[in-house]
């Protein structure tokens, strides 16, 4: 058994208790919050539990922890990771790891340095669609990938209940909270790395976000394929906006939802073949594949996944977007961040 601290009990933090709660080999120990109020929450819905104000004092208090979720806003973890690290904790630390590139990079040091392993949370890696996408292009179904376009429009109302407010308050909050998802995905799927990036980013006169929620990229990449990139956090329809299509060397992939919706073609087709997955419950299914594989790791060994040191690369791309934005000219990422060891893992 896995013996789990989760800390932060947020919208996303109430997803991992559920997902931990409910894995057979995870034990989970106690909740963290600042808020007194998350920690009864969470004992009524998941279970009575001890709940502690911070990590430090959980650690204080429990002898026996072997990882640490890390599920509160990404601001100031410097201090947890190294209190997690100090005690062997192995991390898994949901998206951004942080909202600026030298303290992702101190994060991942501290934990090698503390010989932790730490896996960040992108559980859209996770998601059937896109092991299906990843499969077809693997496969060569319509030939080899050359180009694509991302297009992600959304009116995001920051106000809601259900959604975190800080990033109402944050700079680049498209980039930081969606695009992170979006450009791993670009990285994982096509097997490549960014080589350089033109971007705009804006806000329009109706945004509620007090920095550009709104992002358009072009993105190439080491192996040849170019995306187009169009992210709106402010986009003024509040029905979402979903399509994923890849042009390959004999037709096209095309994904036309954010969980689901897939569907191939020959260039000669009159139609579009839709590709089969199994039933989905957003936020939960793919959260739970994500820490599974988590599990696996601290316990058996396997193969870190969505480790640090890898999601590096990706905020270098959001990074090289809000230079290029600031610049009005192309990037190079490798500019941005020293190139990487290691490959897409």
């Given amino acids: 058994m896995l013996k789990v601290l989760l800390a932060g009990l947020g919208v996303r933090g109430r997803h991992w208790a559920r997902v931990i709660t409910g894995d057979a080999r995870a034990d989970l120990l106690a909740y963290v919050d600042t808020d007194a109020r998350a920690c ?41 990771v190294r209190a997690a690290a100090g005690r062997g904790l192995h991390l898994l630390i949901e998206k951004p790891l942080a909202l600026d590139l030298d303290e992702a990079r101190r994060l991942v040091e501290i934990a090698e340095t503390g010989g932790v392993s730490l896996m960040v949370g992108l559980n859209f890696r996770y998601l059937d669609v896109t092991k299906a996408l990843k499969g077809l292009l693997r496969d060569e179904r319509v030939g080899k990938p050359a180009f694509a376009r991302f297009t992600y429009e959304r009116w995001r109302d920051g106000r809601r209940g259900d959604l975190n407010d800080y990033p109402l308050t944050m ?13 791993d995905l670009m990285r994982y799927v096509y097997e490549q790395e ?9 806000n329009p006169d109706w945004s509620m976000y007090a920095h550009e929620s709104n992002v358009s990229a072009l993105i190439e990449f080491d192996g040849g394929m170019i995306v187009n990139y169009h992210g709106l956090w402010q986009g003024n329809w509040a029905v979402p906006g979903f399509e994923w299509r890849s ?92 190139p990487m060891s290691n490959r897409v893992e």
């Fill in 194 to 202: 960014p080589l350089r990036i033109s971007c705009r980013a804006w």
């Fill in 247 to 338: 042009e390959c060397s004999e037709g096209i992939i095309t994904q036309r939802g954010q969980f689901g919706q897939l569907y191939y073609a020959s260039r000669d087709d009159e139609k579009l073949t839709p590709v089969s997955l199994p039933p989905h419950e957003r936020w939960i299914t793919e959260t739970r594949a994500l820490f599974e594989r988590f599990v696996n790791h601290a316990l058996d060994g396997a193969v870190l996944e969505c480790g640090g040191r890898d999601h590096l690369m990706s905020l270098a791309m959001l990074e090289a977007c809000i230079r290029s934005s600031e610049q009005k000219s192309a990037v190079d990422v490798r500019d941005v961040w020293p």
């Fill in 171 to 183: 700079r680049h909050p498209m980039l930081w909270e969606q695009s992170i998802h979006h450009f």
């Fill in 40 to 80: 009864q929450r969470a004992c009524a819905e998941f279970g009575d539990r001890p709940a502690f104000a911070s990590v430090e004092a959980a650690l204080n208090s429990l002898d026996e922890v072997d990882a640490l979720v890390l599920a509160n806003p990404p601001l100031d973890r410097e201090g947890i």
